[in-house]
């Protein structure tokens, strides 16, 4: 077997006692965000008044679509970094960094870009 390779996958029936502690972490970290949320939400309408609150959820909102359009670069640039890190290739990491920059930069730019002017 390779260095840095997983070894062979498990059964496909077969669940491990480490799979079912991370479903019911996930289960329970989700559980906490609902009840923290459930619990919040009337302070922060009694602080910052309905409108204000309106505003706030929008734009948490927003940040969380906003967070879809990722399409799953963030983790390809960690596991990427690391693995080139891992293996003493200093150089990768940061070539690998600055691509998903440059794509997080430059495709919202050529997206405004070809934005017809209005006037």
């Known amino acids: 077997m390779e260095a840095g390779r997983p070894g062979p ?3 496909a029936g077969a669940t491990t006692p480490r799979a079912i502690r991370n479903v019911l972490a996930n289960w329970t970290g989700y559980a906490v965000g ?3 949320n459930f619990f919040l939400s009337p302070l922060i309408v009694h602080h910052l ?3 204000a609150y309106g505003v ?3 734009l948490v909102t927003l940040t969380a679509y906003l967070g879809l359009l990722d399409l799953g670069i963030r983790s390809a640039v960690t596991r990427y970094v690391a693995r080139s890190e891992s293996q003493g290739d200093h150089e990768t990491g940061p070539q690998v960094a600055s ?3 440059a794509i997080f930069t430059r495709w919202p730019a050529s997206r405004w ?4 002017c209005s006037g």
Do not use: F, I, K, Q
């Open 56 to 58: 706030w959820t929008l």
């Open 9 to 11: 996958a498990p059964p």
């Open 34 to 36: 609902v009840l923290v």
């Open 99 to 101: 691509t998903a920059l």
């Open 49 to 51: 008044g309905a409108s």
């Open 113 to 116: 870009s070809r934005r017809p």
